[in-house]
């Protein structure tokens, strides 16, 4: 069947899928009879793990692997696949441990019932904004494996900083404010580069190494994103990094698609050279290193495409087109927009797209989500989703006027770290009347909060297919699912793929979509033939009740109480209203800086009952 008929046709994804149980052992299912052609192979270097999907020709999922870093390599002692520091706020992972896991995860392909020496062609993805940093003499390393070892041993001392940081970091306040000052303004920088500075971004994290890490510095002789990182063990060579993941770098000029040599060389010297080439998305980089044909079968025409950036390559998974709506449920939730428009809000993020020429995603980042659900999950007794949803039935739509924030780590949107509980009178409370009070603020204050900042961003104008997508592992779960479509009044749009990032990132290694010299095709047939359908509609009835909740949550403050105590809570922390009531920021709008909200760059968290609003 050619593609192109294949795309006419009614796409039913076959679903087989390969997982690591608690012993490291197999298991799958459906795989022995399947009449496959050709495969195309997707890989999701993620925080917690990496996933990968094979399809086929005609877009049918053949099978899906997952190698969880802790499964595989325990001794390395991450949580969740980092090392976090709270107290400092720094968030790093161990580069080895991503190899070591990347080995595994190969291994296990190896030994299941797909041949290998029919993937035609791999593409990938992998957490935004974190760095890796190789020694000198790495790339001949690269160059020259030797497919009798793994490549944990062969690359054991290939990196000049061991351990990576990563987007959960946010430790480099200080070297923020220093880039910003920079180019005059946090409104210059996202002009330029996408985006005001983040300290999870690569500009500021790469200064802070360069400041605090002199000898690895200079035993550096590359610097990769981690999309690059991986696609580099697979070319045998240094990768070059795609325009899309590289705008969530503060160092890629969107304007001009380079590196911003300025901002490069003022968080390092050299710094330019180290990142090395750029590239369009879904350019072809060339064939899969020999190693991998000698050690794992794959056949040595096998092409490689490059890299991205998870979301960037979620969002192809998921069938979206210019004008579609999604929120990613993951370690991290973020939501996007697909528009032709750069929309520039200071708390948001303007990518290149993968897949328009002319396109954009515009995007915000909310730190605390699958993390603080689980944790919250597990407080209330709950051992599985299952257990969690029955009690969320328990509370009524709107929670009778209970709110929660939760912010288990410091929060990028807005920047405020601590859980906060109120009252139906926005009054600050230690607990709720009951569990089941307890899941619904939960879920309901981070879906409306959602909804605040894509307002006040501006991004729900660009908004125009009527279209809500929502992916990631909480998608699963169909009464998070209805929270999200009652607050939004939207209906809720998916398809039969679970781990989008992977399967977007194998559709981007299909030849028809494959970028040779400077030309590639959009993939307009893609986001209508997935499957895509709606998962569930919003209940009507509910609308008046979250305006009302909505309403109330976010007053904006008022010139009478913007000045005066704070109601008298016990524990003098702002009210639900008072953390997002306001812009917080930059642009001529009150802001509030209070209890727990910490103001970078301008300001700093005040002790218990006090409270600072600026123009």
Not at 97 to 103: A, L, P
Not at 180 to 202: D, I, K, M, W, Y
Not at 362 to 390: A, H, I, P, Y
Request: with cysteine; charged share 20%.
């Amino acid at each position: 069947m050619s593609q192109n008929n294949a795309l006419d046709t009614v796409i039913k994804l076959c679903r087989s899928v390969v997982s690591l149980n608690s012993r490291n052992s197999i298991s799958m299912e459906g795989t022995e009879n399947s009449n496959i052609g050709g495969l195309f192979l997707g890989f999701d270097f993620s925080t917690q793990q990496i996933k990968a999907t094979l399809i086929n020709d005609r877009l049918e999922i053949v099978a899906e692997f997952n190698c969880p870093y802790e499964t595989v390599a325990p001794e390395y002692g991450t949580t969740g696949g980092v090392h976090l520091d709270v107290k400092g706020k720094k968030a790093t992972s161990p580069v080895l441990m991503w190899i070591k896991t990347f080995d595994r995860l190969l291994d296990e392909m190896k030994s299941s019932a797909i041949d290998l020496g029919k993937v035609k062609g791999i593409g990938g993805c992998a957490q935004q904004h974190g760095s890796v940093y190789w020694k000198h003499g790495a790339e001949q390393r690269l160059l020259n494996l030797d497919a009798h070892q793994t490549l944990a041993e062969q690359m054991i001392d290939a990196f000049s900083i061991g351990n990576s940081p990563v987007w959960m970091d946010a430790s480099t306040s200080l070297e923020c404010r220093e880039i910003e000052e920079f180019v005059g303004s946090p409104q210059n920088l996202q002009r330029l580069t996408g985006s005001r500075a983040f300290e999870r971004f690569t500009a500021s994290q790469i200064r802070r190494i360069y400041k605090e890490q002199p000898e690895g510095v200079a035993n550096t002789e590359h610097i990769s994103l981690v999309s690059s990182f991986a696609a580099s063990l697979l070319i045998g060579r240094y990768a070059p990094t795609d325009y899309a993941d590289a705008t969530g770098t503060n160092l890629f000029n969107i304007n001009e698609n380079v590196w911003e040599s300025s901002i490069c060389e003022f968080c390092g010297k050299g710094v330019t050279k180290n990142l090395g080439a750029l590239c369009r998305s879904r350019t072809l980089l060339g064939k899969i290193a020999k190693y991998y044909v000698d050690r794992y079968g794959f056949a040595k025409d096998c092409f490689i495409t490059a890299f991205t950036g998870d979301t960037c390559a979620s969002l192809v998974g998921i069938g979206m087109k210019d004008g579609d709506f999604a929120i990613s449920l993951g370690t991290s939730d973020t939501t996007f927009v697909l528009s032709k428009n750069p929309v520039f809000a200071i708390d948001g993020h303007v990518l290149l797209s993968p897949v328009e020429e002319d396109g954009f995603i515009l995007m915000l980042g909310f730190q605390n989500g699958s993390k603080v659900r689980e944790q919250v999950r597990s407080e209330l007794k709950c051992e599985t989703w299952e257990d969690f949803s029955k009690l969320l039935s328990l509370a009524k739509k709107g929670n009778d006027g209970f709110l929660g924030l939760y912010y288990d780590t410091q929060e990028i949107t807005p920047k405020i770290l601590g859980r906060f509980r109120f009252d139906p009178d926005g009054k600050v409370i230690s607990s709720y009347p009951s569990a089941a009070h307890e899941a619904r603020a939960l879920i309901e204050g981070q879906f409306l909060a959602k909804k605040y900042h894509l307002l006040k961003a501006g991004f729900l104008k660009e908004f125009s297919c009527g279209r809500l997508f929502v992916t990631g592992g909480g998608s699963k779960n169909a009464d998070i699912l209805q929270v999200i479509s009652d607050i939004f009044q939207l209906p809720v749009y998916s398809n039969d793929s679970k781990n989008s990032a992977s399967f977007g990132s194998a559709l981007l290694a299909l030849p028809n979509f494959q970028r040779r010299k400077n030309n590639a095709p959009p993939l307009d047939g893609i986001s209508t033939k997935l499957g895509v359908k709606i998962t569930v509609s919003p209940d009507k009835t509910a609308d008046k009740v979250f305006l009302a909740l909505f309403a109330t949550a976010f007053a904006a403050p008022t010139e009478e109480n913007k000045e005066t105590d704070l109601r008298g809570s016990a524990a003098c922390l702002p009210t639900f209203g008072y953390v997002f009531g306001a812009a917080l920021g930059y642009s001529g709008v009150y802001g509030a800086y209070s209890f727990g909200y910490y103001g970078r760059p301008y300001g700093y968290s005040y002790g218990a009952g006090y409270r600072y609003w600026y123009k």
